[in-house]
């Protein structure tokens, strides 16, 4: 067995050109999907505070917007909707008028090669502010399950290509495919978030989509951080239940989760640089303490190399400058 000094691991870094040579992971823009923000109202371009450079839209803005993330090369589009008006079982969601339905219909019309991603959950559309229908002081999960299938279908009419369920909800994969399938949408695909911590990453979102909740918090359907072996469980469980893709969240602090179910499953893989982890960078950032840039793609390509196929993240737009150079 030859060790040192015949073998010297330095060799292959000697210059940029050997160091490419021999790379493992490649951040590829294709693989990357970027979450929009689409709000009410008209000629709304309004910059979300706690995240620098992500913006809400009304749906009359987005065109310019849409054409922009199309030609960088960005794979698909993941759409949140912030409706008007909210109420107890979340009926905005699932209105074909509600913003979603319209974004998704303009983006089509426009831009029809365009993957379209739509996250499917209450959360923003219920004045509980709980991902869905609360019953006797507790989100129900069977009753909130009825209601997620109707809003996939309502999106899937307005032409999405994938509906993301996001609400962590028991069966919710099942109800969808097969609501999904009664109504002749076939090939709309699932990218089921399957194991989605209770994590404080998401406050900066929570502001964007205006979606905390009122009372309480969201640790009875979202998952313990402290679990690994539940990620597998949820992960199993929505395969079986009929996901096409599946999706771990957050990402940065959870890469041993990513890494165990890319070992276990088959399936591709997305993981979701979420927005608590786009604003640290940003505000390091901001204060000349970090290297944008390089702490970014540092961030994303050991997610990737974790073992995402997949990446989400608030910094699409960018990275898709800066992988073009
Ligand atoms: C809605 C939803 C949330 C995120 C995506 N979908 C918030 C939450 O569950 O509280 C978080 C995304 C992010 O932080 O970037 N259920």
């Not at 709304?44 to 960088?72: C, H, T, W, Y």
Request: proline share 4%; charged share 25%.
């Amino acid at each position: 067995m030859a060790g040192f000094p015949q073998v010297r691991l330095r060799r292959l870094r000697q210059n940029v050109a050997l160091r490419r040579m021999i790379s493992e992971t490649k951040l590829d823009i294709r693989n990357i999907i970027y979450p929009l923000f689409v709000t009410y109202g008209e000629g709304v371009k309004q910059e979300i505070d706690a995240m620098p450079g992500i913006f809400r839209f009304s749906v009359d803005k987005l065109s310019g917007e849409v054409s922009e993330i199309a030609e960088l090369g960005i794979g698909a589009i993941l759409l949140f909707g912030l409706p008007p008006t909210k109420d107890e079982i979340g009926s905005s969601a699932f209105d074909p008028q509600g913003i979603v339905q319209q974004a998704v219909r303009g983006i089509k019309s426009t831009i029809p090669e365009l993957v379209v991603i739509t996250d499917v959950c209450l959360c923003e559309y219920t004045t509980s502010g709980h991902c869905g229908v609360v019953l006797n002081g507790e989100v129900d999960n069977d009753k909130t399950v009825e209601i997620l299938a109707k809003v996939a279908i309502s999106h899937a009419e307005a032409g999405a290509d994938v509906v993301a369920p996001s609400d962590m909800m028991d069966g919710r994969v099942k109800a969808i495919r097969e609501r999904l399938d009664d109504s002749g949408y076939q090939n709309v695909a699932i990218m089921s978030y399957s194991a989605k911590y209770a994590s404080s990453f998401y406050g900066p979102f929570r502001e964007a989509a205006n979606c905390s909740p009122q009372l309480g918090d969201r640790r009875g359907y979202q998952m313990n951080p402290a679990n690994i072996r539940e990620a597998l469980r949820e992960v199993e469980q929505d395969i079986a239940e009929g996901a096409d893709i599946v999706m771990v969240k957050p990402a940065l602090a959870y890469l041993d989760v990513i890494s165990r179910v890319r070992a276990t499953f088959n399936h591709p893989l997305a993981a979701y640089n979420v927005s608590g982890e786009y604003s640290m960078v940003k505000a390091a950032a901001r204060n000349g303490w970090l290297d944008e840039r390089e702490v970014t793609l540092e961030i994303l390509t050991a997610i990737k190399r974790a073992g995402a196929d997949i990446i989400i993240t608030y910094h699409a737009k960018e990275v898709a400058e800066w992988l073009s150079k």
